[in-house]
């Protein structure tokens, strides 16, 4: 009778360990993240927000989430961006692949807009509608290694550039009309983004600097995932700088990814220097 009881209550132990555990852990990490939110923000005497897309295992099993940016992300920042005083200076970390360029052109709008100073930070990489965010703010803070990307538009799954290009070898006449279409949508798609990323720019560098920058990012020059460096994009004429706060390195400790292998895949041993006490 003893080990039929004890047997049951394992089991409802390994059963409350795999429904709650990740939510525990994901719980603990997120108050973590709050504590050195707060810290970083009063050291900077700014409102910090973080834009984050890593893998989390938050769900049943630990089964890790793809995220990108999308219509959540755009309606909690512009919520925290309206809640922000508009005499205090915001802070986006911004560390993410890309999304969708109505959520990102929100959120790109919507931090230009704000009174006080704004500075968006790359700790890692920010492409596509990531950098789409960082073109909006008043300073770049982006890790030497950190990279921005191309903000060409993307028509199903092809470059729009690309789409115009094959259009104009091969001449309207000898593609299928799904394939003008898509060539008109690509059209008005690099105008709109030309357009939106002048704007953004116009006001820090000129008109014709705004301009010219436009049209490199979106002309599709690059691949769409070619990686913006910090010389690149001086090189470019964008103001970027590598004076990154330690405490953004820190803050991404506590977005770990999910551990998929049975080893990991990089570690170090900190020199002792670099040990905290």
Avoid: C
């Amino acid at each position: 009778m003893q080990e039929g009881l004890a047997g049951s209550l394992i089991w409802w132990l390994l059963i409350f360990y795999l429904v709650l555990g990740p939510q525990l852990q994901h719980r603990s990490l997120q108050l973590a993240r709050q504590k050195l939110l707060k810290k970083l923000g009063e050291k900077r005497g700014s409102n910090v927000i973080t834009l984050i897309h890593r893998q989390e295992s938050i769900g049943l099993f630990g089964i890790p989430f793809y995220r990108f940016i999308d219509i959540d992300d755009s309606e909690q920042v512009l919520r925290a961006i309206r809640a922000t005083p508009k005499d205090r200076p915001i802070d986006l970390i911004v560390n993410t692949p890309g999304g969708l360029v109505l959520a990102a052109s929100q959120i790109a709008r919507a931090l230009r807009e704000h009174p006080a100073k704004t500075t968006v930070i790359v700790p890692h990489y920010a492409m596509s509608g990531g950098t789409l965010i960082a073109l909006a703010a008043d300073e770049i803070l982006m890790d030497p290694n950190a990279v921005l990307g191309p903000v060409d538009p993307q028509i199903r799954e092809f470059p729009a550039p690309s789409v115009l290009r094959a259009v104009e070898k091969k001449g309207a006449d000898k593609v299928k009309d799904e394939t003008l279409i898509m060539a008109d949508i690509a059209e008005k798609a690099v105008a709109q983004i030309q357009g939106f990323v002048s704007e953004l720019l116009r006001d820090r560098y000129g008109r014709e600097k705004a301009e010219e920058l436009a049209r490199i990012l979106t002309e599709g020059r690059w691949t769409h995932d070619f990686p913006i460096t910090v010389d690149i994009a001086r090189e470019l004429g964008l103001e970027v700088s590598t004076d990154v706060p330690e405490e953004v390195y820190s803050l991404m400790e506590l977005y770990p990814q999910p551990i998929t292998k049975r080893h990991p895949s990089v570690e170090f041993i900190p020199t002792p220097g670099k040990q905290q006490k």
